[in-house]
């Protein structure tokens, strides 16, 4: 089992330009979710999936959207990249909704200039 | 929504001392609380977790204890190891918010061998 699988690992945008970051994981788990990492701000839900086919906005949804493709993956979208997206992105997975621990990918170190 | 404090930000002990960070939680209908260590330039993962149902749960030289009434929950690392050193975060959900996890903002521990 690879767990949850990110990518890219880095990557560096101009500001403006755009970016699909991909989330799989092969767990079998129904819920996926995107969080963000600033220093000294813990960790921020962008965006989740309770289930295949339903997503919803988390605390800092604004500048990003999402697509859940299936029950594997579940991606997340920069449309037009600004210098306050810079930050660490974490993809998880969790089994039992609410009552289960989160398995986070490796995380998208991403720099916005 | 639910609001999780973690105090301190930062704790420096020194190896084989024991180290406790504290979590306050806003949300009564919170009832899974797990704590995750996250190791520099890595991806968090989960550490020992406590439900609603239990007062304290140990394994090894890692415990946490939950007092509802107060709505608090702490972890205790007992013979601290430089290999402990790392940030760690405290985390409530409920089954009742979608399974969304609301972090605290972390506490970066450092054991001074």
């Known amino acids: 089992n690879a767990g949850v699988t990110q990518t890219p690992k880095f990557q560096v945008l101009k500001t403006g330009q755009s970016m699909t970051l991909q989330c799989a994981q092969d767990?079998?788990?129904?819920?996926m979710y995107w969080y963000r990492q600033d220093p000294g701000m813990g960790l921020r839900l962008i965006y989740y999936?309770?289930?295949?086919?339903?997503?919803d906005k988390g605390e800092v949804p604004n500048g990003y959207n999402v697509s859940r493709l299936n029950k594997r993956e579940f991606s997340l979208r920069l449309e037009s990249a600004a210098p306050s997206q810079t930050s660490v992105y974490f993809c998880?997975?969790?089994?039992?909704?609410?009552?289960?621990?989160?398995?986070f990918g490796n995380g998208t170190r991403l720099t916005v200039t | 929504g639910e609001n999780v404090e973690q105090h301190p930000s930062t704790l420096s002990v020194q190896e084989g001392d024991s180290a406790v960070i504290k979590c306050t939680y806003s949300d009564s209908a919170s009832n899974y609380f797990p704590w995750y260590k996250q190791e520099l330039g890595k991806r968090p993962q989960l550490i020992i977790d406590i439900r609603s149902n239990v007062g304290e749960k140990k394994d090894q030289r890692i415990a946490v204890t939950l007092n509802k009434t107060a709505k608090h929950f702490s972890l205790h690392i007992t013979e601290t190891q430089p290999e402990d050193s790392a940030v760690y975060f405290c985390a409530a959900l409920s089954n009742t918010n979608a399974g969304k996890s609301t972090f605290g903002d972390g506490t970066t521990l450092t054991v001074k061998p």
């Open positions: 999936s309770a289930s295949e086919g339903t997503t």
């Open positions: 767990m079998n788990h129904n819920s």
């Open positions: 998880a997975s969790s089994d039992r909704q609410g009552q289960e621990p989160l398995h």
